[in-house]
């Protein structure tokens, strides 16, 4: 099984001069009820994109004699091209506007998913993957921009709540849609139909952007930052590449001078993003949006969250099916009761934060924590008859304690963003998301499968656990300095 990337966006023109404290008036016309569902299916499909594909690898392998280093580039290149280029995408639609870049992002995604699905060998499907990402990194970030510039007050918080929700559901709903999907072999499609799904979604996404999205954009047009957006890019080349590359090649040097390079960059770009400000210019990242306190912690709690939540996936999955030899579509069906939780958790989300604030987010690391804590005391005691039914308790309660973390979080990350830099702030989140995601499944899934052959496959899960567990003790700690009450 190979590991997989798992979820979104950037602002508009910054300034050296301080941001407001809480967002401008939606610029232009508000978001309708079509409309948000428009821009949510726009949202979905390149979320939903980043799991359906894994259990269609063996058969892709069995299909085009790809070899598991290959494998990897289908499931790697992806998440790579859309992780890289989020900022820019976000930017885009800041500059030249929201609708038309969602617009165009939907095409691409319509027509890289078509090549991918009619890809007639292994490195055309890679290379046809690559460019799914690069759309998927044009088509998300208008989503966040365009609700926080389009929404205000409480319909904005509904909003972003469903974006939240869109992200778990998409996790659960692409490994059982991609079973089915392989199992049925539509019309003698196979794996291939998996990607040829998302063609008729694609479209019928950019009729309805067409008639439902208003279009927004930032008041003032915003260069392109060259400099800054090859800096990221070398950066997070350098970071994800051999992390998920590294461990199936066998750990060569280049996978340690790209792991070396790193922090090197990123210090770079840091520097020439606060020079590029500093001068009156347009920085990719604007470090006065990191002075946003909102943006700055919800930040800092997406990092394990998002990383924890990854690497959950990856593990759990590799469990079902290589652990208890599940099949792929039983496997799927086995994370329904943590899918239910999330969208219960994300439904509720809402009202529950307009009534206890940030609290609900502590609320939400405790019931995670137990949850995984529940699940690695019945794997340690249980193991040889651990099935999908004993597993539930444990997984239901994480994806509840998820729904009430991840559901908020975007609220909390975009509240004090002028809508005019909506582009740029949703920008910045889902790059957040989107590494923490790659980082989370390259660490805890290298280290499950390093650790299994020797360990055995219970006490290394318990293992990944109980670091997840870490993780959401230090995420309680984050949240308690988040203020009580969220706009």
């Known amino acids: 099984m190979t590991r997989q990337l798992a979820a979104p966006p950037t602002l508009a023109r910054p300034s ?56 990897e580039l289908v499931a790697a290149g992806y998440g790579i091209a859309f992780a890289v280029l989020l900022v820019l995408g976000g930017r885009l639609g800041d500059t030249y506007g929201r609708r038309r870049l969602f617009v165009v992002g939907a095409v691409a995604f319509a027509l890289t998913s078509l090549a991918c699905g009619l890809a007639p060998g292994a490195w055309s499907l890679v290379a046809a993957r690559a460019a799914q990402g690069a759309s998927a990194a044009l088509l998300l970030p208008q989503v966040l921009g365009t609700i926080t510039a389009a929404t205000e007050g409480a319909r904005r918080g ?36 998996v990607f040829l799904l998302n063609v008729p979604f694609a479209l019928l996404a950019l009729v309805m952007a067409v008639r439902y999205v208003p279009e927004s954009r930032a008041t003032s047009a915003a260069k392109v930052d060259v400099p800054g957006t090859l800096l990221l890019t070398a950066a997070l080349l350098a970071l994800l590449v051999p992390l998920m590359e590294g461990r199936a090649a066998g750990w060569p040097v280049w996978s340690w001078v790209m792991l ?10 840091a520097l020439v993003e606060r020079r590029t400000e500093r001068a009156g210019g347009t920085p990719l990242v604007p470090p006065s949006l990191l002075r946003i ?32 030899h599940l099949g792929v579509v039983a496997a799927g069906w086995a994370l329904v009761p943590m899918a239910v939780g999330y969208f219960s958790a994300s439904l509720a989300s809402p009202r529950l934060i307009g009534r206890w604030g940030s609290r609900v987010l502590s609320a939400g690391a405790v019931v995670q924590g137990a949850g995984l804590a529940s699940l690695a005391v019945t794997v340690l005691t249980d193991w040889e008859h ?5 597993m539930a308790p444990g997984v239901a309660l994480a994806g509840i304690g998820q729904g009430l ?19 740029v702030g949703s920008g910045v989140l889902a790059t957040g998301q989107q590494s923490s995601l790659a ?46 009450s969220i706009g």
Request: charged content about 10%; proline content about 8%.
């Open 16 to 71: 050296a001069a301080p941001l407001p404290s809480s967002p401008s008036s939606p610029v232009g016309p508000a978001l309708g009820t079509a409309g948000l569902v428009t821009v949510l299916l726009g949202a979905f499909l390149p979320m939903l994109d980043f799991f359906i594909v894994n259990v269609a690898l063996p058969t892709i392998d069995h299909d085009l004699a790809a070899g598991p280093a290959v494998l």
């Open 158 to 193: 509904k909003a972003l709540s469903i974006y939240g929700a869109c992200g778990g559901i998409a996790v659960v709903i692409g490994q059982v849609l991609g079973g089915m999907l392989v199992a049925a072999d539509l019309f003698g499609t196979g794996w291939r139909s």
């Open 260 to 269: 070396a390079l790193f922090p090197v960059l990123a210090a770079a770009f």
């Open 293 to 324: 306190p909102e943006m700055r912690r919800g930040l800092g709690i997406a990092l394990p969250y998002f990383a924890g939540f990854g690497g959950f996936m990856f593990v759990i999955a590799v469990v079902l099916q290589q652990g208890l």
């Open 386 to 390: 651990l099935t999908p039914l004993t």
């Open 405 to 423: 973390i991840g559901t908020p979080l975007f609220r909390i990350v975009l509240s004090k963003v002028p809508a005019a830099r909506a582009g």
């Open 439 to 484: 980082l989370g499944v390259a660490t805890l899934g290298s280290l499950y499968l390093a650790l299994s052959p020797s360990l055995g496959v219970d006490r290394a899960l318990a293992l990944c656990l109980g670091i997840q567990f870490v993780g959401s003790v230090t995420i309680l700690y984050l949240t308690t300095r988040l203020p009580r």
